[in-house]
């Protein structure tokens, strides 16, 4: 009742490869946009910037996961690695009084290439190996970044963005940044929609199934695999880039440790691999909740007057953090995106329920 | 070239790469059960030695009493990780089993700290620091005795593979399905594999602690643990042992050579080049079993 059906008559290809196929998916994702375009003027800034946008932006990298873990099938433990290239090289060019457009577009092709590296494992290996193999990359390229004060920034190891400018627009405010994360991780969904739809993305999904028999099939695996790699790199590059251009402002290794690759990797598994919408939940969940928790166990013990520990506060988020990540693949090994399709089919047939399939 | 030098930082190179082997057996335990990638192993350690510290130092019980009583606790904390998490999702893809493990390490890490604290505190185990010379070799009394625990472990497995409980295990790994028809408890045996790479974590929990404090970084040994394992092949415990052996010298003398050369903290980087290097050339390790896949 709520995704109506009706009147959705499926004659021809041009209407059976449609993005969305019930009007109420469409109409969702109009509000939602909507939403998110008048977000600054409903939301207090703060949120605005300490949620929404590092919501949106590690967003649109767990989305650059999702093809390749997700789509393709390769496991990858040193996405943050690939995602510090970018950064890094984006912020170096624009140091270099290179434009920002021009420098968001290097630090992503730099990372293409970086990431394409970690493709050469994945053609050797699979699964559990190529994903101990990407965590040793990620190990090298942490190593890299720490000890080379040329890249990392001299000897306090962080590096000053420059102020983004975009368009000729000097960008400083609260809603420009938001605006600018906004625009990029609308621009990867809109990508990863229209995957699905694509030979690319059949093709994605042929070798994830077993590359063998894709290659049986005439899919050229070794080219795929590369693809993949190298168009996730670049989302990552340049979703490193903007993170540090809008949030972080200053560059430093840390936030592109070994934690950060596995918490990505998280987002997109608890999200549901190859689910768009999931990653948006799985994001926000990795992102939002070990913090709201450590506010509610902050004030429940201020309320029930009970001395907690400073120590045991920290750690709190982190034991929230992986209980998290097991609870919710004991529920649903297919991630929120499943649980979310799981309610929409329900409600789609909602009160005459003797329709269901 | 200084040979003595040479030998004495190969040597000890060799026993610490023996605690690393210490550290790799549960992963290779789990492996060799059901083959699941096990990287909890790192948060385990550090939960072992927190259990140690928990029954000598809070509760006040000698060492020789704490420490087996540590292993029993952590062995049915074994048991009960696989019955509540692993068994549910036995069968799904490697990579939410991984992302389970991931979660796991997290958690558990997350939880000892929380419970008791991060400060670094040390497990007095009374082995003395004086130094303990070899002819002109000097070593450290402490890798001795961890390489000694990780080489009786190691006795003790062999054994135990040899015994009725072992033989069923041996069959889980060689083969899930066929254990399970001619009526194998699977379950049960992956359960004690945990079970047992818990009680290998208190032991490598116990002698790390000693040597460089029981605190965070205890859980850090992962990467080190992988590549030994998957240098020795990961279903093979003589594997983990020599790869450990390989892994520690290589990484010793290395560091030695490549250290000046670019400023120190080659450690990670010759491990995680080994750990690639491994995959790249020998996917299966020196010992593990090649399988071949099937379309």
Same mark, same amino acid.
């Given at each position: 009742?709520?995704?109506?059906?009706?009147?959705?008559?499926?004659?021809?290809?041009?209407?059976?490869?449609?993005?969305?196929?019930?009007?109420?998916?469409?109409?969702?994702?109009?509000?939602?946009?909507?939403?998110?375009?008048?977000?600054?003027?409903?939301?207090?800034?703060?949120?605005?910037?300490?949620?929404?946008?590092p919501w949106l932006i590690w967003t649109a990298a767990a989305l650059g996961l999702n093809l390749v873990t997700g789509w393709a099938g390769q496991l990858h433990l040193g996405y943050a690695a690939v995602m510090a290239v970018g950064a890094y090289s984006a912020i170096h060019a624009a140091r270099f009084g290179l434009p920002w457009e021009i420098a968001l577009v290097i630090?992503?092709?730099?990372?293409?290439?970086?990431?394409?590296?970690?493709?050469?494992?994945?053609?050797?290996?699979?699964?559990?190996?190529?994903?101990?193999?990407?965590?040793?990359?990620?190990?090298?390229?942490?190593?890299?970044?720490?000890?080379?004060?040329?890249?990392?920034?001299?000897?306090?190891?962080?590096?000053?963005?420059?102020?983004?400018?975009?368009?000729?627009?000097?960008?400083?405010?609260?809603?420009?940044?938001?605006?600018?994360?906004?625009?990029?991780?609308?621009?990867?969904?809109?990508?990863?929609?229209?995957?699905?739809?694509?030979?690319?993305?059949?093709?994605?999904?042929?070798?994830?199934?077993?590359?063998?028999?894709?290659?049986?099939?005439?899919?050229?695996?070794?080219?795929?695999?590369?693809?993949?790699?190298?168009?996730?790199?670049?989302?990552?590059?340049?979703?490193?880039?903007?993170?540090?251009?809008?949030?972080?402002?200053?560059?430093?290794?840390?936030?592109?440790?070994?934690?950060?690759?596995?918490?990505?990797?998280?987002?997109?598994?608890?999200?549901?691999?190859?689910?768009?919408?999931?990653?948006?939940?799985?994001?926000?969940?990795?992102?939002? @909740?070990?913090?709201?928790?450590?506010?509610? @166990?902050?004030?429940?013990s201020q309320a029930l007057g009970m001395q907690v520990n400073v120590e045991t506060l920290a750690h709190i988020p982190n034991a929230v953090y992986g209980a998290l990540i097991v609870v919710i693949l004991l529920i649903e090994p297919l991630g929120l995106g499943k649980l979310y399709g799981n309610i929409r089919d329900y409600l789609m047939v909602w009160p005459f329920d003797?329709?269901?399939? | 070239?200084?040979?003595?030098?040479?030998?004495?930082?190969?040597?000890?190179?060799?026993?610490?790469?023996?605690?690393?082997?210490?550290? =790799?057996?549960?992963?290779?335990? &789990?492996y060799k059960a059901s083959s699941v990638p096990n990287l909890a192993q790192g948060g385990l350690t550090m939960l072992g030695a927190y259990v140690v510290l928990a029954l000598s130092h809070d509760a006040g019980l000698p060492l020789w009493l704490a420490i087996p009583l540590a292993a029993v606790i952590m062995f049915g904390l074994g048991f009960g990780i696989e019955r509540?998490?692993?068994?549910?999702?036995?069968?799904?893809?490697?990579?939410?089993?991984?992302?389970?493990?991931?979660?796991?390490?997290?958690?558990?890490?997350?939880?000892?700290?929380?419970?008791? !604290?991060?400060?670094?505190?040390?497990?007095?185990?009374? #082995?003395?620091?004086?130094?303990?010379?070899?002819?002109?070799?000097?070593?450290?009394?402490?890798?001795?005795?961890?390489?000694?625990?990780?080489?009786?472990?190691?006795?003790?497995?062999?054994?135990?593979?040899?015994?009725?409980?072992?033989?069923?295990?041996?069959?889980?790994?060689? *083969?899930?399905?066929?254990?399970?028809?001619? !009526?194998?408890?699977?379950?049960?045996?992956? !359960?004690?594999?945990?079970?047992?790479?818990?009680?290998?974590?208190?032991?490598?929990?116990? &002698?790390?602690?000693?040597?460089?404090?029981? *605190?965070?970084?205890?859980?850090?040994?992962?990467?080190?643990?992988?590549?030994?394992?998957?240098?020795?092949?990961?279903?093979?415990?003589?594997?983990?042992?020599? =790869?450990?052996?390989?892994?520690?010298? #290589?990484?010793?003398?290395?560091?030695?050579?490549?250290?000046?050369?670019?400023?120190?903290?080659?450690?990670?980087?010759?491990?995680?080049?080994?750990?690639?290097?491994?995959?790249?050339?020998?996917?299966?390790?020196?010992?593990?079993?090649?399988?071949?896949?099937?379309?």
């Amino acid at each position: 009742m709520f995704y109506r059906l009706s009147g959705v008559y499926r004659v021809n290809y041009v209407s059976d490869g449609r993005m969305f196929k019930v009007p109420a998916d469409r109409n969702l994702a109009v509000v939602f946009l909507f939403l998110g375009l008048a977000a600054p003027f409903i939301v207090p800034s703060l949120y605005l910037n300490s949620y929404m946008l590092p919501w949106l932006i590690w967003t649109a990298a767990a989305l650059g996961l999702n093809l390749v873990t997700g789509w393709a099938g390769q496991l990858h433990l040193g996405y943050a690695a690939v995602m510090a290239v970018g950064a890094y090289s984006a912020i170096h060019a624009a140091r270099f009084g290179l434009p920002w457009e021009i420098a968001l577009v290097i630090g992503g092709l730099a990372s293409s290439v970086i990431g394409s590296l970690f493709a050469f494992a994945a053609l050797r290996v699979k699964g559990l190996y190529l994903a101990l193999t990407t965590l040793a990359m990620q190990f090298v390229m942490d190593w890299v970044l720490t000890h080379s004060p040329a890249i990392s920034g001299g000897s306090h190891a962080s590096l000053q963005a420059p102020t983004l400018e975009l368009l000729g627009q000097e960008i400083v405010s609260d809603t420009g940044y938001y605006y600018v994360a906004f625009g990029w991780c609308v621009l990867v969904t809109i990508f990863m929609l229209n995957l699905k739809r694509t030979g690319l993305g059949r093709a994605l999904v042929a070798v994830r199934e077993k590359d063998y028999a894709a290659a049986i099939l005439g899919v050229n695996s070794f080219y795929y695999k590369i693809l993949a790699f190298a168009t996730s790199s670049f989302i990552a590059g340049v979703s490193g880039a903007l993170l540090v251009a809008t949030f972080f402002f200053l560059a430093a290794p840390e936030q592109f440790s070994v934690n950060v690759s596995i918490q990505v990797l998280a987002m997109v598994i608890i999200g549901g691999l190859a689910s768009v919408i999931g990653s948006y939940f799985g994001v926000a969940l990795i992102l939002l @909740v070990p913090g709201l928790v450590n506010g509610v @166990v902050t004030s429940a013990s201020q309320a029930l007057g009970m001395q907690v520990n400073v120590e045991t506060l920290a750690h709190i988020p982190n034991a929230v953090y992986g209980a998290l990540i097991v609870v919710i693949l004991l529920i649903e090994p297919l991630g929120l995106g499943k649980l979310y399709g799981n309610i929409r089919d329900y409600l789609m047939v909602w009160p005459f329920d003797q329709l269901r399939k | 070239m200084d040979w003595v030098f040479l030998t004495e930082l190969a040597i000890n190179g060799a026993l610490t790469g023996l605690l690393y082997s210490l550290f =790799a057996i549960g992963i290779v335990l &789990i492996y060799k059960a059901s083959s699941v990638p096990n990287l909890a192993q790192g948060g385990l350690t550090m939960l072992g030695a927190y259990v140690v510290l928990a029954l000598s130092h809070d509760a006040g019980l000698p060492l020789w009493l704490a420490i087996p009583l540590a292993a029993v606790i952590m062995f049915g904390l074994g048991f009960g990780i696989e019955r509540v998490a692993l068994r549910r999702l036995a069968g799904r893809p490697v990579v939410m089993i991984l992302m389970l493990t991931l979660g796991l390490d997290i958690f558990l890490r997350g939880m000892t700290l929380a419970v008791w !604290g991060g400060t670094s505190r040390s497990v007095e185990l009374g #082995v003395s620091y004086e130094p303990f010379f070899l002819g002109d070799i000097f070593v450290s009394r402490i890798h001795l005795v961890g390489a000694g625990v990780a080489l009786a472990l190691f006795a003790a497995f062999m054994v135990f593979f040899r015994s009725r409980t072992g033989i069923k295990l041996r069959a889980i790994a060689d *083969d899930y399905m066929a254990s399970w028809s001619v !009526g194998i408890s699977v379950e049960r045996g992956v !359960g004690l594999s945990w079970a047992l790479a818990s009680v290998v974590a208190v032991a490598a929990g116990v &002698i790390w602690g000693e040597i460089q404090g029981v *605190d965070q970084a205890l859980s850090l040994l992962l990467l080190k643990g992988l590549t030994v394992a998957v240098l020795g092949g990961l279903d093979s415990i003589l594997g983990a042992i020599i =790869a450990g052996i390989i892994l520690g010298i #290589v990484e010793n003398v290395g560091a030695d050579f490549l250290d000046p050369l670019v400023g120190g903290g080659s450690r990670e980087l010759i491990v995680a080049a080994v750990l690639i290097l491994t995959v790249m050339i020998r996917p299966h390790g020196l010992f593990g079993r090649h399988d071949i896949e099937r379309v």
